[in-house]
């Protein structure tokens, strides 16, 4: 069954307003999720990694200030796209791990964004 | 060169047939390697994960590793229709497992009824 239960599903906002996507871990306590974006016709991209009760780590290149990471919860993630851009308009995804050591990421559904 | 490499294609492959997808990576200390397969418009899925050279299988697929030269592939016997998606190879950054996958750019993959 689903492991990571990410909402919504696909949201169109205007450019200039914000967007917050939410992540959430079914069935375990996932002190670390992960944020990757995917553009058309590219691959994944991690943009950071979201750690319960402390602060967001970002990818190099990757604005903090602009996507807000909040990790409040053992089961809960966020994401928010402050002050959208057209540039913005990704796939992004949510994933986490479900044991230490080596395994493999189980991936939300995925959030698609447009920004107009 | 990219970290993690694969032939965008198409491959295009009959039913029925072996379809061969490859990848390369260029960090020597990665330890855990996986394959995903992506629909257009859909989240990643996980087809395979290998962390030891030699072969693994499951079903219709096998995962080959090979450390020395960097290169892990998915065979994918007696293709179908429903196989034809985009199969993502990922490699986890550097021996530690801290969940940072890097994915190669995917390979697109057709099977002809």
């Known amino acids: 069954g689903a492991v990571v239960s990410q909402h919504p599903s696909w949201v169109i906002c205007k450019s200039g307003t914000s967007v917050k996507i939410e992540c959430r871990s079914l069935d375990f306590q996932a002190t670390t999720m992960f944020w990757y974006r995917q553009f058309p016709k590219q691959s994944l991209m991690l943009m950071a990694t979201?750690?319960?009760?402390?602060?967001?780590?970002?990818e190099q290149g990757v604005e903090k200030d602009k996507f807000l990471i909040n990790h409040a919860s053992l089961t809960l993630s966020t994401l928010t796209v402050t002050s959208a851009h057209p540039e913005d308009s990704s796939f992004y995804i949510c994933t986490l791990s479900r044991q230490r050591g080596p395994s493999p990421l189980h991936f939300g559904n995925g959030t698609r964004l447009t920004v107009t | 060169q990219k970290e993690v490499e694969q032939n965008s294609g198409p491959l295009s492959v009959p039913e029925g047939a072996i379809a061969s997808l490859n990848c390369t990576y260029s960090?020597?200390?990665?330890?855990?390697f996986f394959w995903y397969r992506q629909y257009s418009g859909k989240s990643p899925e996980l087809i395979m994960s290998i962390y030891s050279n030699g072969d693994k299988e499951d079903g219709r697929f096998t995962a080959q590793l090979n450390k020395a030269s960097q290169y892990v592939s998915l065979l994918i016997r007696d293709s179908q229709p429903s196989d034809s998606a985009t199969y993502l190879c990922?490699?986890?950054?550097?021996?530690?497992?801290?969940?940072?996958?890097?994915f190669g750019q995917g390979t697109t993959l057709q099977v002809k009824p």
């Open positions: 990922a490699v986890n950054r550097g021996s530690s497992n801290t969940g940072k996958l890097i």
């Open positions: 960090d020597r200390g990665s330890q855990s």
């Open positions: 979201s750690n319960e009760g402390s602060k967001a780590t970002y």
